[in-house]
């Protein structure tokens, strides 16, 4: 799309209010193409606000199905939801809200496999939303945006302690840039069994991280986004947040990528 | 010069506590004295991640902020 429709300025024009972003923004935004991975308490809020901002096209995959204990944070999903894919009850739900809009929903677990099946689908242009669970998805999902170059956002929460941060993996990397991977982050052999379902979590917290998951990807697609490789953590409880700049770690046989080498060869 | 004179203390601010350090102290000695599990926390020392690899090799120096936080993969 080249233009805007006579009512897509009216209804976008909050956004394109903002001198920065303005109708090459939101046309960016109506052009882009976005994945969201884990339709839970995070991607659930993640898809409504890229939908009500004017993404058109995106990729939602999940294999979970919605459950009772799922509703005090996830309104996307209702009681006549309970037993129902969530990307099917996410698709249903949001194409009454927006015709336009193109869903591709699929129920399926995420694995290596699953992911390299995917690849045509989830490439360069995709932004890709890490709205996961647990750590294997993660590490799969990193491993996945590192090696194509995709531009990763990723939250987790779980109890009062939320962390968030984006990566441009296709971005070209400098001395200032070598942020690392995920994997950099957290090693592979990283554990911990604090996920929401045996911590216990509070909604507003979980919707905190999904829309500043929401807020990066918009000024991300808008180009106005410069936080990338910065670590952002919240206290759900104190309300404070931390920021740290990601390190690479040298030991990481990940994102070593040419450019990297390349640096490495030429110090 | 890096290391501390074995009876030198520093101070320290850890995970937004002043903390005296006797002598020279690595990261990974910090983890141990305080029983922290490696394989479930992320370092951040002034405000940048430490990469888990330079744990034993990094030594804590006079008002260094040291944060240790769990990794966390809900959603
Ligand atoms: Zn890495």
Known sequence: MNTLSAKQYIQYSRTMLLNDIGEAGQLAIINSQVAIIGL????????????????????LL???????????RQLLYNEADIGQYKVTAAKRTLRRLYSDIYFDAIPEMLTETSISELSDELSKDVLIFDCTDNFASRHVINQHC?????????????????QLFCIDFGAKITHEKQHGCYRCL????????????????????????????????????????????????????????????????QQCTLCQQPQLQE???GC | MDANHPSQSIQVVFNGAAETLKGTVTISELLILKQLPINAIAIVVNDEVLPRSRWNHVICHQYDRINVFSAVAGG
């Open chain 1, 146 to 162: 590192v090696t194509q170059g995709l531009t990763l956002i990723s939250a987790a929460i779980s109890a009062y302690h939320g």
């Open chain 1, 263 to 265: 640096y490495a060869h």
């Open chain 1, 62 to 72: 999940d294999h979970d199905v919605v459950a009772l204990d799922n509703l005090p």
């Open chain 1, 186 to 249: 957290y090693p592979l052999d990283i554990e911990t069994n604090q996920t929401c379902s045996q911590q216990g979590v509070l909604g507003p917290a979980v919707g905190v991280m999904a829309s500043m998951q929401a807020l990066i990807g918009l000024q991300h697609i808008c180009n106005t986004f410069t936080q990338y490789g910065m670590l952002l953590r919240f206290d759900a409880l104190t309300l404070e947040w931390h920021q740290a700049k990601m390190n690479r770690d």
């Open chain 1, 40 to 59: 839970g308490g995070l991607g659930q809020l993640v898809v409504q606000y890229l939908a009500a901002a004017g993404v058109k096209q995106f990729i």
